[in-house]
């Protein structure tokens, strides 16, 4: 089955009200690639905003809590992304998992909850350098795979509205891209892990890139085999540096 490859844009706390003019950029632009799904996801603040300034792209949040509502200071439900208009939510970022703490089994959970209130998923995996140099890259990121993606019932919803991003965590933000070889070979990890979940239906869920992704690298990775697409940082804040990713998209026909 072929998918539209989907270039998400995952802005972290990074952003102004000034930024709204990228988005509507990158909006203008992802209607001139319909080849790709193009999606930004901007911290909280901003989502309302954003998502009235733009109608082609999709839009998200960076997180969700597990809970509907209640006495959770500080957290966002899912319901909520979904009331303002998010149409999927990011989890499992190693931001996250880094600097809260967030279990495989609290990422599940949250999954969970993002599907019920009817949100799309990305669940981020990716190893550290010190796990890659021990050769457990493939371990590791098996066991978040099976750790973080949704179970019993929200499974039978799941794979359509799933996407998995890899990201190494040594190449987030360090300009160090992961080869492609090795993109290839732990996005087939990734797939295995995902059918043995999912069966048949493992097909629907993208697999997307992470790390250091630009306007140079990003063809050779897009055009990897098992690449459905790219979770962008730091390339996505200006239209200029993530308009190249998008085009780098390209299908054959275009
Ligand atoms: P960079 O593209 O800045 O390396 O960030 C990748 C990332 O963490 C996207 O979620």
């Not at 490859?5 to 001139?32: C, F, H, T």
């Not at 080849?35 to 901007?42: D, K, R, W, Y």
């Not at 892990?193 to 697999?207: D, N, P």
């Not at 940082?233 to 299908?251: E, M, R, V, W, Y």
């Amino acid at each position: 089955m072929s998918q539209r490859p989907y270039i998400v844009g995952n802005w972290k706390m990074n952003g102004s009200r000034v930024m709204l003019a990228e988005a509507r950029a990158i909006d203008r632009a992802a209607q001139r690639h319909p080849h790709a799904e193009v999606a930004l996801a901007p911290p909280f603040p901003l989502l309302g905003a954003l998502r009235e300034a733009v109608s082609a792209i999709g839009v998200g949040g960076q997180d969700c809590h597990t809970a509907a509502k209640g006495a959770h200071t500080g957290d966002v439900s899912a319901a909520m992304l979904a009331d303002i208009g998010a149409d999927f939510v990011i989890l499992g970022h190693s931001e996250r998992r880094r600097d809260h703490g967030e279990t495989d089994a609290l990422v599940r959970a949250k999954a969970e909850a993002a599907l019920a209130a009817g949100l799309g998923v990305i669940i981020c995996v990716g190893e550290t350098l010190e796990e890659r140099d021990a050769g457990q890259a493939e371990a590791v990121v098996a066991r978040q795979v099976e750790g973080s993606v949704p179970a019993g019932e929200a499974v039978a919803v799941a794979a359509s509205r799933l996407a998995l991003a890899y990201e190494p965590v040594w190449a987030i933000g360090t300009g160090r891209v992961a080869a492609v070889e090795d993109v290839v070979a732990m996005h087939a990890a990734v797939r295995a892990r995902l059918t043995a979940i999912f069966g048949e239906e493992a097909a629907k869920v993208r697999i997307l890139y992470g790390g250091s992704v630009n306007g140079e690298n990003a063809a050779a990775l897009l055009g990897a085999e098992g690449v459905g697409g790219a979770l962008v940082g730091g390339a996505s804040l200006t239209a200029d540096a993530f308009l190249p990713i998008i085009a780098a998209a390209a299908a054959p026909e275009d």
